[in-house]
């Protein structure tokens, strides 16, 4: 046995940029309003599985760190969010309702493809009733905004706390 202590270093937080929320207070809690209209009425783990998935795209550290805990925090099991980067591959962990919306959350994040195609709509339409078909759209176009602020404002990951923004 050897007596030397090995310990893990990890690299410096990067610092965030600027502190959005507390110098556009009202566009903040406009978002904090937009983002609990558009869950009304949507299954939370499926909601929180959106939001992982459109942050993985978009790169967004802190959603991704605050939607997994949350997540795992309603029930989400471990398996099903680590296979969500590989969810065509890993179909099988989901139903057909959430293999739509994932579908669709990839067309809507991922405009610089083209529009959303019509056969993605299609598939979540036979899903989803039109009401929240509707709220799934908003919750998707939500959390793309708030990504934006995350990445632009290089919001600092690894602090947040299940139900902390509740």
Same mark, same amino acid.
């Given at each position: 046995?050897?007596?030397?202590?090995?310990?893990?270093?990890?690299?410096?937080?990067?610092?965030?940029?600027?502190?959005?929320?507390?110098? *556009?207070?009202?566009?903040?809690? *406009?978002?904090?309003?937009?983002?609990?209209?558009?869950?009304?009425?949507?299954?939370?783990?499926?909601?929180?599985?959106?939001?992982?998935?459109?942050?993985?795209?978009?790169?967004?550290?802190?959603?991704?760190?605050?939607?997994?805990?949350?997540?795992?925090?309603?029930?989400?099991?471990?398996?099903?969010?680590?296979?969500?980067? *590989?969810?065509?591959?890993?179909?099988?962990?989901?139903?057909?309702?959430?293999?739509?919306?994932?579908?669709?959350?990839?067309?809507?994040?991922?405009?610089?493809?083209?529009?959303?195609?019509?056969?993605?709509?299609?598939?979540?339409?036979?899903?989803?009733?039109? *009401?929240?078909?509707?709220?799934?759209?908003?919750?998707?176009?939500?959390?793309?905004?708030?990504?934006?602020?995350?990445?632009?404002?290089?919001?600092?990951?690894?602090?947040?706390?299940?139900?902390?923004?509740?």
């Amino acid at each position: 046995m050897s007596d030397i202590e090995t310990t893990t270093t990890y690299a410096a937080e990067l610092p965030a940029r600027l502190d959005w929320a507390r110098h *556009a207070p009202e566009v903040y809690k *406009a978002m904090v309003r937009l983002d609990s209209a558009a869950r009304k009425g949507l299954d939370p783990k499926l909601y929180e599985l959106v939001k992982i998935r459109a942050s993985q795209i978009n790169h967004c550290a802190f959603c991704l760190d605050m939607h997994t805990k949350d997540a795992l925090a309603a029930g989400e099991s471990v398996e099903r969010v680590v296979q969500l980067s *590989a969810w065509e591959e890993s179909r099988h962990f989901y139903t057909e309702q959430e293999l739509a919306a994932l579908e669709l959350t990839e067309a809507v994040t991922v405009l610089t493809d083209g529009f959303v195609p019509d056969e993605v709509y299609e598939r979540a339409a036979k899903r989803f009733e039109e *009401a929240e078909l509707s709220q799934l759209i908003a919750a998707i176009t939500v959390i793309n905004a708030w990504n934006r602020f995350g990445v632009t404002c290089r919001v600092t990951p690894g602090h947040y706390q299940p139900g902390q923004y509740s």
